[in-house]
């Protein structure tokens, strides 16, 4: 098959895993127990990478930003344009790639593990259908945690904005939120921050798909992390632009 | 050659074919309630298909498969659940869940097959591996196991549920002999206590001569010599005769 | 197992915290969850003003501009709906005036409302409120400047004109009083006017309207200072210059009428041949001192909202009771009159501790409050009350703060209660001691005094 046919067969077999795994979502039976162990596995332990990561990222951005700002006499600006980028752009993207790195690696690894060891038709063989037992939680522990991280990382970035702007210019923590949130509109927050539970649902079922589908034994490990980390950030990346573009028609005062 | 009523499984005239390659070509074997039957054969010949097909975790594409009275074709999921129920399967490599301890390993096929009290299940866990001889590990992750160790959690796994039927997947490979003839053990005991059916695919020929009953042997997808350790022995086929020589 | 859903929990609830805390942040700069208060004013251009374009009111963010209803001939104007925070809806008052300004030099179009003066009402929800279309600042400076020499000149006038006419006010104050007083005593050419009591009675009500009008001018002289701190803040060269027209209307209004009130009295004390006629003369005379005093109370109440006349008005006695020490308020007859009524309260009976030390008003002291307006009857609103407060407690500041703030509760629930006019109610920090002659030499609490004359 040429090599355009064998993209195409991709795509067309990574959207019917995602259809399965959106209509699987929403029938019975829900495994609770599975969803909450993949939010500790997704959640919790991204929470030092995320909130270390934004607090960096938003110290380096006010000193980047800052002298071109002063220079302008816009000092003013500074929590403003920190607010803005962060929760707008910089921490959802951001997150979402972090995430690909650390959680879709790992998904991929580690379905493809239980699938070179055995261990779905194991599940298979106690009857219970292992798609909605290790793939559907996954996807929805990823959906749900990454909105979440995603506010880890704006507030984050906001401190590590705030704690570099303090040691330039002695500024309050009043006056730092007064001014970050002054040209912070309802669609600059609550938007960009749900857009990331669409990054969460390509990180989880993309690194799912890739895991899942391994027949490649042992040596399917290390590809199936490697195509889940890629192909997730690759989307998130495409995915972002047609979200703003959504964001920016759905809320057309959010374009300037 | 008769059937009794007392068949536990049986294969009539089963094929299966990944693409181009026939992993089963035409196979009909048989077991009696009891018995132990040992799937020999060189690496690649469908002695595992023929378990998953046991399972239902595949389909054959011809032929029928009845298990206890049962023809699987027939079945739906439900019904395919009812028949799980009464099998229990030992992978290759155990196949425990590495994010379970070695107690909700077991506790896994009791909730969900069951309907079992926490205390029920409790019980019956601390039964089963105390008869592996893994009482004191329930609360370890499998990882933390020795490769016998696995091997006897994942038997632990397979034996919860009181199965009818057992399957086992290569259960001596990777082990030393004296690990391996315990393992031999604890299946032969299966059988004399509970009066379990086995189906083992196996390399290990010294095993096969302690606890086989009947012996089946494929070889590239054919069924070659199937019956008694002697009648397999002096079979014409020279692959039979060759896996079967000590 | 229970652990990890532990953990799960944290994270969620942790995660939610943020959101809930970033829509809280977001929220709170634009108001969603505060009370709101739509107002409307009108502005023949826009300057770019746009809907979601900021409202400040006296420099602070209070809102948005919500709806803008474009005009549909060019006569109309465009109507302009804004939304403001109920917190700060206490500044904008009747007169206050909306502009367009610009944030810096480029910055974004937004509109500001003037916090109004504090004797006018608040602007009731729904209201529209005055404009003023856009200044270029290059006109403002010419502008400026012209009125500016204008306003010069024209007070440099007036300040002679007004100087004038109200030592004529107080000559024909005193004439009249000599008119009455002679008539009381039955000399001169109306002595036949003793028996004709309704005469009498004319004679009274318009010797009261004299002296009510001279108060009225003390009273509303506080208004003064909001005004002159108006003009001087926000430079509006328009409004003084309106100003200025006004002052320049009741001075000569004042001078002619002043006239006529001279021409009046002199004719009515003249020999006269025929008591009767001398009677009528009177009689038509004091119509026209009425009509003229009348007048004069508007057109006073117009002057005293100009700042160019506070140092007149007070050199010549009419004090505002803000610009008078507690010592002046002592000694003045006009405020300690034995004829005016007095309420006493003590604090007990008013206050009840409020939070911060500070006091409030109980509820038994409303009643009480309640009772002494009633015992007064409608009379309570025709004329100036003055509240003074008193307290004994702590030091000399401490007093006169409490003392101040008694009287400016009690002040401030009147005004919430009654239908009084603001101008007409004031307030006096006495810390403990009461003016003379009234058998209080100390006192810890309020007193309304009713300037009533009997």
């Given at each position: 098959m040429s090599?355009?046919?064998r993209v195409?067969?991709?795509?067309?077999?990574?959207?019917?895993?995602?259809?399965r795994?959106?209509m699987?979502?929403?029938r019975p039976?829900?495994?609770?127990?599975q969803?909450?162990?993949q939010?500790a596995?997704v959640g919790?332990?991204s929470?030092?990478?995320?909130?270390?990561?934004?607090?960096?990222?938003?110290?380096?951005m006010?000193?980047h930003?800052?002298?071109?700002?002063?220079t302008?006499?816009?000092?003013?600006?500074?929590p403003a344009v920190?607010?803005?980028?962060f929760?707008?752009e910089?921490g959802?993207?951001?997150?979402?790639?972090?995430?690909?790195?650390?959680?879709?690696?790992g998904i991929g690894?580690v379905?493809?593990?239980?699938r070179a060891s055995e261990?779905i038709?194991a599940i298979?063989?106690?009857s219970?259908?292992?798609?909605?037992?290790?793939?559907?939680?996954?996807?929805?522990?990823?959906?749900?945690a990454?909105?979440?991280?995603?506010?880890f990382?704006?507030?984050?970035?906001?401190?590590?904005?705030?704690?570099?702007e303090?040691?330039?210019?002695?500024?309050?923590p009043?006056?730092y939120l007064?001014?970050?949130?002054?040209n912070?509109?309802?669609?600059?927050?609550?938007?960009?921050t749900?857009?990331?539970?669409?990054?969460?649902?390509?990180?989880?079922?993309?690194?799912?798909y890739?895991?899942?589908?391994?027949?490649?034994?042992?040596?399917?490990?290390?590809?199936?992390?490697?195509?889940s980390v890629?192909?997730?950030?690759?989307?998130?990346?495409?995915a972002d632009?047609?979200?703003?573009?959504?964001?920016f028609?759905?809320f057309?005062?959010?374009a300037? | 050659?008769?059937?009794?009523?007392n068949?536990?499984?049986?294969?009539k005239?089963?094929?299966?074919a990944?693409?181009e390659?026939?992993?089963?070509?035409?196979?009909s074997?048989?077991?009696?309630?009891?018995?132990?039957?040992c799937?020999?054969?060189?690496?690649?010949?469908?002695k595992?298909v023929?378990?998953?097909?046991?399972m239902a975790?595949?389909?054959?594409?011809?032929g029928?498969?009845?298990?206890?009275?049962?023809?699987?074709?027939?079945?739906s999921?439900?019904g395919l659940?009812?028949?799980r129920?009464k099998?229990?399967?030992?992978f290759q490599?155990?196949?425990?869940?590495?994010s379970?301890?070695?107690y909700?390993?077991?506790?896994?096929?009791?909730?969900?097959?069951?309907?079992?009290?926490?205390e029920?299940?409790?019980d019956?866990?601390?039964?089963v591996l105390?008869?592996?001889?893994?009482?004191?590990?329930?609360a370890?992750y499998?990882?933390?196991?020795?490769?016998?160790?696995r091997k006897r959690?994942g038997?632990a796994?397979?034996?919860?549920?009181?199965?009818?039927?057992?399957?086992?997947?290569?259960?001596?490979?990777g082990?030393?002999?004296?690990?391996?003839?315990?393992i031999?053990?604890l299946?032969?005991?299966?059988?004399?206590?509970?009066?379990?059916?086995?189906?083992?695919?196996?390399?290990?020929?010294?095993?096969t001569?302690?606890?086989?009953?009947?012996?089946a042997?494929l070889?590239?997808?054919?069924?070659?010599?199937f019956?008694?350790?002697?009648e397999?022995?002096?079979?014409?086929?020279?692959v039979?005769?060759?896996?079967?020589?000590e | 197992?229970p652990?990890?859903?532990?953990?799960v929990?944290?994270?969620i609830?942790?995660?939610l915290?943020l959101?809930?805390?970033?829509?809280?942040?977001?929220?709170?700069?634009?108001?969603?969850f505060s009370?709101?208060?739509?107002?409307?004013s009108?502005f023949?251009?826009?300057?770019?003003?746009?809907?979601?374009s900021k409202?400040?009111v006296?420099?602070m963010?209070?809102?948005?501009?919500?709806?803008?209803?474009?005009?549909?001939?060019p006569?109309?104007?465009?109507?302009?709906?804004?939304?403001?925070?109920?917190q700060?809806?206490?500044?904008?008052?009747?007169?206050?005036?909306?502009?367009?300004d610009?944030?810096?030099?480029?910055?974004?179009t937004?509109?500001?409302i003037?916090s109004?003066?504090?004797?006018?009402p608040?602007?009731?929800p729904?209201?529209?409120?005055q404009?003023?279309?856009?200044?270029?600042?290059?006109?403002?400076m010419?502008?400026?400047?012209?009125?500016?020499?204008?306003?010069?000149?024209?007070?440099k006038?007036?300040?002679g004109?007004?100087?004038?006419?109200?030592?004529g006010?107080n000559?024909?104050?005193?004439?009249?009083?000599d008119?009455?007083v002679?008539?009381?005593e039955?000399?001169?050419?109306?002595?036949?006017?003793?028996r004709?009591?309704?005469?009498?009675d004319?004679?009274?009500d318009t010797m009261?309207?004299?002296q009510?009008?001279?108060?009225?001018?003390?009273?509303?002289?506080?208004?003064?200072?909001?005004?002159?701190k108006?003009i001087?803040?926000r430079q509006?060269?328009e409004?003084?210059?309106?100003?200025?027209?006004?002052?320049r209307?009741?001075?000569t209004?004042?001078?002619?009428t002043?006239?006529?009130?001279?021409?009046?009295?002199?004719?009515?004390?003249?020999?006269?041949?025929?008591?009767?006629t001398?009677?009528?003369?009177?009689s038509e005379t004091?119509t026209?001192v009425n009509?003229?005093?009348?007048?004069?109370?508007e057109?006073?109440?117009?002057?005293?909202h100009?700042f160019?006349?506070?140092?007149?008005?007070?050199?010549?006695?009419?004090y505002?009771?803000?610009?008078?020490?507690p010592?002046?308020?002592?000694?003045n007859?006009?405020?300690?009159?034995?004829?005016?009524?007095?309420?006493w309260?003590?604090?007990d009976a008013?206050?009840?501790?409020?939070?911060?030390?500070?006091?409030?008003?109980?509820?038994?002291?409303?009643q009480?409050?309640?009772?002494?307006?009633?015992?007064?009857?409608?009379?309570?609103?025709?004329?100036p009350i003055?509240i003074?407060g008193?307290?004994?407690a702590g030091?000399?500041?401490?007093?006169?703060?409490?003392s101040?703030?008694?009287?400016?509760l009690?002040?401030?629930?009147l005004?919430?209660?009654?239908?009084?006019?603001a101008?007409n109610?004031g307030?006096m920090?006495?810390s403990?001691?009461?003016?003379?002659?009234?058998?209080h030499?100390h006192?810890?609490g309020?007193c309304?005094?009713?300037?009533e004359?009997?």
């Amino acid at each position: 098959m040429s090599w355009s046919g064998r993209v195409f067969e991709s795509v067309g077999k990574v959207g019917a895993f995602s259809a399965r795994v959106l209509m699987d979502a929403f029938r019975p039976p829900f495994e609770i127990a599975q969803l909450s162990r993949q939010l500790a596995e997704v959640g919790n332990k991204s929470i030092a990478l995320i909130v270390v990561s934004g607090f960096a990222l938003g110290a380096v951005m006010t000193l980047h930003t800052r002298n071109t700002l002063v220079t302008f006499g816009a000092a003013a600006m500074i929590p403003a344009v920190q607010a803005v980028s962060f929760f707008v752009e910089i921490g959802p993207l951001v997150a979402g790639l972090l995430l690909a790195g650390r959680v879709g690696s790992g998904i991929g690894a580690v379905l493809a593990n239980m699938r070179a060891s055995e261990q779905i038709d194991a599940i298979e063989s106690l009857s219970i259908d292992s798609f909605k037992f290790l793939v559907v939680p996954r996807v929805l522990a990823c959906v749900i945690a990454l909105p979440l991280l995603t506010l880890f990382m704006d507030f984050a970035g906001l401190l590590g904005g705030f704690l570099s702007e303090a040691l330039a210019s002695r500024i309050s923590p009043e006056l730092y939120l007064n001014r970050a949130f002054e040209n912070l509109q309802w669609s600059n927050f609550i938007a960009p921050t749900l857009k990331t539970a669409v990054f969460g649902f390509i990180i989880g079922s993309v690194s799912s798909y890739f895991g899942f589908t391994t027949n490649k034994g042992a040596k399917g490990v290390g590809e199936a992390a490697t195509n889940s980390v890629v192909i997730a950030s690759l989307l998130i990346i495409v995915a972002d632009v047609l979200l703003i573009k959504c964001i920016f028609f759905l809320f057309p005062d959010t374009a300037i | 050659m008769t059937i009794s009523p007392n068949i536990a499984v049986q294969f009539k005239n089963v094929t299966k074919a990944f693409g181009e390659k026939r992993v089963l070509n035409d196979v009909s074997l048989h077991l009696e309630q009891g018995q132990v039957l040992c799937l020999l054969g060189r690496s690649g010949t469908g002695k595992s298909v023929t378990l998953k097909i046991i399972m239902a975790l595949m389909r054959p594409d011809s032929g029928e498969v009845w298990v206890d009275h049962e023809n699987l074709a027939g079945l739906s999921e439900r019904g395919l659940s009812a028949v799980r129920k009464k099998l229990g399967y030992l992978f290759q490599d155990a196949a425990l869940f590495d994010s379970l301890t070695l107690y909700e390993n077991l506790a896994l096929p009791l909730k969900r097959l069951t309907n079992k009290s926490k205390e029920e299940i409790d019980d019956k866990i601390h039964h089963v591996l105390l008869a592996v001889g893994l009482g004191s590990d329930s609360a370890k992750y499998p990882s933390a196991l020795s490769g016998g160790m696995r091997k006897r959690a994942g038997l632990a796994r397979a034996l919860v549920l009181d199965p009818k039927i057992l399957l086992a997947d290569e259960p001596s490979s990777g082990l030393d002999r004296i690990t391996a003839s315990e393992i031999d053990e604890l299946l032969l005991r299966c059988k004399e206590q509970h009066g379990t059916a086995l189906i083992v695919v196996t390399h290990d020929v010294h095993g096969t001569r302690r606890i086989a009953d009947r012996v089946a042997v494929l070889d590239r997808g054919d069924l070659v010599a199937f019956g008694s350790v002697e009648e397999v022995a002096q079979s014409e086929n020279d692959v039979a005769r060759r896996l079967i020589a000590e | 197992m229970p652990g990890r859903y532990l953990a799960v929990g944290i994270f969620i609830v942790a995660g939610l915290s943020l959101f809930v805390l970033g829509i809280f942040l977001v929220g709170n700069r634009h108001e969603a969850f505060s009370q709101h208060v739509l107002l409307y004013s009108d502005f023949t251009d826009l300057d770019g003003l746009t809907k979601g374009s900021k409202v400040r009111v006296a420099g602070m963010d209070a809102g948005q501009v919500t709806q803008i209803h474009v005009p549909d001939s060019p006569t109309s104007r465009f109507r302009v709906q804004m939304r403001i925070n109920e917190q700060l809806h206490g500044l904008v008052r009747t007169d206050s005036i909306v502009t367009i300004d610009t944030e810096g030099v480029v910055g974004e179009t937004f509109l500001s409302i003037h916090s109004g003066s504090p004797g006018s009402p608040i602007a009731p929800p729904d209201s529209i409120l005055q404009s003023k279309p856009p200044i270029a600042i290059s006109d403002l400076m010419t502008h400026g400047l012209g009125v500016m020499d204008d306003a010069d000149a024209t007070l440099k006038l007036l300040g002679g004109k007004l100087n004038t006419s109200l030592d004529g006010v107080n000559v024909a104050v005193q004439n009249a009083n000599d008119v009455l007083v002679g008539l009381k005593e039955g000399k001169g050419p109306a002595g036949m006017l003793l028996r004709d009591e309704k005469m009498a009675d004319q004679i009274r009500d318009t010797m009261t309207n004299v002296q009510s009008t001279t108060s009225s001018l003390k009273q509303a002289a506080s208004r003064m200072n909001g005004i002159v701190k108006d003009i001087q803040e926000r430079q509006l060269p328009e409004k003084i210059d309106g100003t200025m027209t006004q002052v320049r209307a009741a001075s000569t209004e004042a001078n002619s009428t002043m006239q006529l009130v001279h021409q009046s009295l002199n004719q009515a004390l003249g020999p006269d041949i025929d008591g009767v006629t001398a009677a009528q003369n009177i009689s038509e005379t004091l119509t026209n001192v009425n009509a003229a005093t009348g007048n004069m109370a508007e057109d006073t109440e117009a002057i005293k909202h100009n700042f160019f006349f506070k140092g007149f008005f007070s050199r010549r006695g009419y004090y505002s009771l803000s610009s008078i020490s507690p010592g002046q308020y002592r000694r003045n007859k006009l405020f300690v009159n034995a004829n005016g009524r007095r309420s006493w309260f003590t604090s007990d009976a008013l206050f009840q501790p409020g939070v911060h030390g500070t006091e409030e008003l109980s509820a038994g002291g409303r009643q009480t409050i309640d009772a002494a307006i009633a015992s007064y009857g409608d009379a309570v609103f025709q004329h100036p009350i003055i509240i003074e407060g008193y307290s004994d407690a702590g030091g000399p500041a401490d007093q006169l703060a409490r003392s101040y703030n008694r009287a400016f509760l009690v002040r401030t629930y009147l005004e919430a209660r009654f239908p009084f006019v603001a101008k007409n109610v004031g307030v006096m920090p006495l810390s403990s001691t009461p003016p003379p002659g009234l058998n209080h030499d100390h006192w810890s609490g309020v007193c309304i005094s009713v300037t009533e004359k009997k």
